[in-house]
């Protein structure tokens, strides 16, 4: 099988690398091909997803990123939109096809002490996120900024949300089997389709699920105050950028949290955490969310749990033994990728 | 002068009773007028904002608003949408011209406990969240729904996010002196506009004052890893449901929690929790946000800091004396607002 890595800005690379050692040595078989993806892709291509990019995914089984974007005050941020970093994120999404974002948000068990919560809350926390990631108001054409009016177009369709809601009510089928929707239906002509599309899919196809239906900014407070009521998640884009962010604080680090999107051809896996422009190039930064990812690749991009639950396993193992300084430890980078390398014999 | 009553649905009935008792004995001068909003305006006049209370609205000087809305099984839900309690309130809002809906978010000393987050988090936490609360995708008219699709619009003018931020600089400056703008302007038009005229007007009217701008998927993280970092935040509607309620649960309980929606007339002031169906009618729901809400009518609607002042303290004496059962206290509403009245003296 062939995966396409793209290290992208900041951070990135360092992480990816990290990734990469540990993929190859659990998965010796696969073919890994770097490309350019992001700012480093627009200083040499002018183009934050160049061609080259596109064309090597036509014939890959599945995408590793890193992160992209640079600093508040990075020159990248004065492009025009479409040149900026996060414009090549979102076309390689669309590109791909990846409309499932699953964002698994598990504290790990001994490292409640590390949440932002009271540890009696954030214990045995276990939710999955799936964000739709193609539609709402971030790929929506009727948007405008024009003087002194602007508007974007929040759209959904029928379609749209069905084939992200399977993806929600099939991971509920394999965890506890609930999923709650997440909408604003006491406002939004949306969020009504949205939830009546949700309702009858579950009515036909998955009646062993438990659905039910909160609003987005009654699940803001909950996921804080109450996390251990939720086990999967299904929301449309925009809710679950927000939501899949405040989730991620819970286990206490964004260096733990990795992603997989999902959609009709390869899948694209990557941490959460942005490039961390601060700590670029210092060889710190903890590439734990980089090699969970690379677990989600095995997993849900080529199939193989049990190379992904090796991996899962042996993060576990050093993230006790050799916590980064984001955990309150000192490992560097490359301190805790050999432990993780170690502890997968 | 003369204050109009909108106790509502739930538990709205109860906590606006303890309000209007302390609102009387702080402010004995003023008038109080009822009138019926929501489910129960619905009930009565078929309508959840009928003609006869917008009529009393006309020569009011600030209204004091109980909570709107059902259970989640409430006969109200399966109405259309514009005869649903929210739609009263949204009609309400719209009829008074409310465009600020400021939520001061506070961590009471020695009630650190009760947050959902580490004590040495919520210690000291003292946020005022500006929400812009007539535009954006809550009253654009271009919305639909459908057959297979529907959509929402997400739209601002510049005059209407100057007037939105010119009271979050106004209330910067008689506090820290800072203030966050919360935008998604890496992806949305709209938020582009919003971030160039918020800079726009810092620059040509407060210089004073320190402004930034986050993204609103980084905000709902720090908010909850490190709320102290903020003391103004000034944000679009919808993003403003969002964190304020998210915020919200910081102090601990809902109960606690005032809100004021200013604007070109009178102001509207009401608790930010929900109705309660469950425990309405019982006699035992935490008066202390609507008592509060009058304080804050007290404050920003009748200019009165002396008497609000005078509310702020004895809430205080009275939620360390007499909690409710939300604070894990034993005082009922009665007995928590009895604690109030003679805190007062
Ligand atoms: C960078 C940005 C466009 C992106 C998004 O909003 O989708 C990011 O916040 C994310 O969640 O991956
Ligand atoms: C009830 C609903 C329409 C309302 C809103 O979204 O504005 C509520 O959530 C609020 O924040 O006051």
């Not at 949300?161 to 394999?174: G, L, N, P, S, Y």
């Not at 206490?252 to 990795?258: A, E, H, I, K, V």
């Amino acid at each position: 099988p062939k995966i396409v890595s793209l290290p992208g800005d900041g951070i990135g690379p360092e992480v990816t690398a990290a990734a990469v050692q540990v993929l190859r040595e659990v998965a010796p078989d696969v073919t890994i091909e770097e490309h350019l993806i992001g700012g480093v892709a627009y200083d040499t291509h002018g183009d934050p997803f160049p061609q080259v990019t596109r064309d090597a995914l036509s014939d890959a089984d599945a995408v590793l990123l890193g992160t992209v974007g640079g600093a508040q005050d990075s020159a990248w941020n004065l492009l025009p939109r479409h040149q900026r970093p996060e414009s090549g994120l979102l076309a390689l999404r669309k590109a791909l096809g990846c409309y499932a974002n699953l964002r698994p948000v598990r504290v790990q068990p001994g490292l409640e002490h590390l949440s932002p919560l009271k540890p009696e809350l954030a214990r045995g926390v276990d939710i999955l996120i799936v964000r739709e990631l193609l539609g709402g108001v971030y790929f929506d054409g009727d948007r405008k900024i024009d003087g002194d009016t602007a508007y974007n177009t929040m759209r959904y369709t029928t379609a749209e949300v069905e084939r992200v809601a399977k993806v929600a009510f099939w991971a509920a089928e394999q965890r506890k089997g609930r999923v709650t929707s997440v909408d604003k239906a006491n406002v939004l002509e949306v969020s009504e389709l949205w939830r009546r599309d949700v309702t009858a899919l579950r009515d036909r196809d998955y009646r062993g699920i438990h659905l039910n239906h909160e609003y987005v900014d009654s699940v803001a407070m909950l996921i804080v105050s109450d996390p251990s009521r939720y086990d999967v998640i299904v929301t449309e884009n925009l809710f679950g950028d927000i939501l899949s962010d405040l989730a991620a604080v819970i286990p206490g680090s964004l260096g733990l949290m990795p992603s997989a999107s999902l959609g009709d051809g390869a899948g694209l896996f990557e941490p959460i955490h942005g490039s961390a422009p601060d700590i670029a190039g210092k060889g710190i930064a903890n590439p734990a969310a980089a090699i969970m990812s690379a677990g989600m690749l095995l997993r849900h991009g080529l199939k193989r749990p049990d190379a992904a639950n090796q991996i899962d396993r042996a993060v576990s193992i050093a993230l006790r033994s050799h916590p980064t300084r984001d955990l309150g430890g000192a490992a560097d980078t490359q301190t805790f990728t050999r432990a993780v390398m170690s502890a997968l014999e």
